[in-house]
């Protein structure tokens, strides 16, 4: 089963005339009688759903930290040592471990966090930690973002175009507006100027 994500509200997402339909879905065949295109923005799921294994997870920890003094990020060069302050504490990192799935919290990491965050911002060490925690990122070695035409899902004897949108890793907060206005393209492309559900 893959996750939903909306970078919309639900609710504003139903305003505009979209249905949200909550569901467990093993493959796209799943799919298929219901819908005239599929967006697979399925994350570490595209590993099944579209026999894609070259999508692995990247491991990240992260700390959240009570320094209320703290007023500004800090981040190094490699990106894997950060500072990021917040409303309701500072987020401090943290790691980007490919190909493990490992999602407890792990003492070296977290030992490992606070020893090179505290060498950028020595007050650190007086802080409290609040929270920790594990993400599995979705890494590619390139994010995928392409009609897939030569496994088009069948529909009762007509082709089901699959739109891919997934692998942004630890960066997908930057680029999924520009990779959704992308796959939105796509569709489009693909839909042709008949009418569809989607």
């Known amino acids: ?17 979209g249905q949200v339909d909550q569901r467990r879905v093993d ?3 799943d799919l298929s009688g219901s819908f005239d295109v599929i967006v697979n923005c399925s994350g570490l799921g595209s590993r099944s759903l579209a026999a894609d294994v070259s999508v692995q997870p990247v491991r990240g920890q992260v700390l959240k930290m009570e320094a209320p003094w703290l007023q500004h990020f800090i981040r190094d060069g490699d ?5 990021y302050p917040g409303m309701q504490g500072v987020t401090v990192g943290g790691t980007r471990q490919g190909g493990d799935w490992n999602l407890r919290v792990e003492d070296n990491d977290t030992r490992g966090i606070l020893k090179r965050c505290s060498s950028l911002e020595p007050s650190l060490t ?6 920790s925690w594990v993400g599995l990122r979705p890494g590619r070695r390139t994010p995928r973002v392409e009609v897939e035409r030569e496994v088009e899902v069948k529909k009762g004897g007509r082709s089901v175009t699959v739109v891919h949108n997934y692998g942004h890793g630890g960066v997908g907060v930057t680029l999924a ?3 959704a206005m992308e796959a939105l393209g796509l569709v489009k492309k693909s839909l042709q100027g008949h009418r569809a559900k989607l």
């Open 126 to 131: 007086r802080a409290r930690i609040l929270s």
């Open 79 to 83: 990106g894997l040592t950060y500072i």
């Open 27 to 29: 493959n796209l065949q």
């Open 177 to 179: 507006w520009g990779t």
């Open 1 to 17: 089963m893959c996750p939903l994500f909306f970078a919309l509200p639900p609710s504003r997402f139903r305003r505009a005339g």
